[in-house]
């Protein structure tokens, strides 16, 4: 299986708020990062917990800047991410957002 | 819609702190929950996303009245009544 991304692709974060459990915390929600290296692959854990199927999938290590995730702060933060959590930044038809 | 655990960039909590020469566990109960979950889930009794879930879905003034290894307690004891491992009264002890 391919990964989607490599390492210094942008990336925009999910908006979702699902009711299930998700690694994708609130604060990092709708966020640009650049993906730092692929760290391996694991089942999806927003299906594993429901006992749905779930194939391993990439996870990477995503950095972002504080700023961009709280609005301010000069240091960053690097989450361990699912792909299906991404989506390349600038996506198709915004381009200018 | 985000769940009690997830409070990262919320102001109002105290200081995580650090405990100098901190003990694995700081009581014999604390070892025990430990050990039972590494067991359960080594059996397949339910998986590690489902044990966080569980952890999860505390009510919110539970979650955050109880220790770290309370929550590991009641999610297991959740998830054996959900799995059907145990009944309510086998756990109640009625």
Avoid: C
Avoid at chain 1, 24 to 30: E, K
Avoid at chain 2, 17 to 45: K, S, T, Y
């Amino acid at each position: 299986m391919t990964e989607r991304f490599r390492a210094g692709d942008r990336v925009l974060t999910s908006r979702a708020d699902p009711l299930h459990h998700t690694r994708l915390p609130r604060y990092a929600r709708g966020a640009t990062g650049t993906v730092v290296e692929l760290e391996g692959r694991y089942p999806l854990p927003d299906d594993r917990s429901r006992g749905l199927p779930a194939a391993p999938e990439a996870v990477y290590a995503v950095r972002f800047s504080a700023a961009e995730l709280f609005g301010a702060g000069d240091h960053q933060v690097t989450l361990a991410l699912w792909e299906s959590y991404l989506r390349p930044f600038p996506g198709r038809g915004q381009a200018n957002e | 819609m985000s769940r009690i655990n997830d409070v990262g960039g919320m102001q109002g909590f105290a200081p995580a702190g650090q405990e100098l020469d901190e003990p694995p566990f700081h009581a014999d109960w604390e070892a025990h929950v430990f050990a039972m979950n590494r067991a359960l889930i080594g059996r397949g009794a339910y998986n590690l996303d489902e044990f966080r879930d569980a952890i999860e879905r505390m009510p919110p003034q539970e979650y955050l009245a109880a220790s770290y290894y309370e929550r590991w307690f009641h999610a297991i004891t959740v998830l054996l009544v959900e799995k059907g491992v145990l009944t309510a009264q086998e756990v109640s002890g009625d």
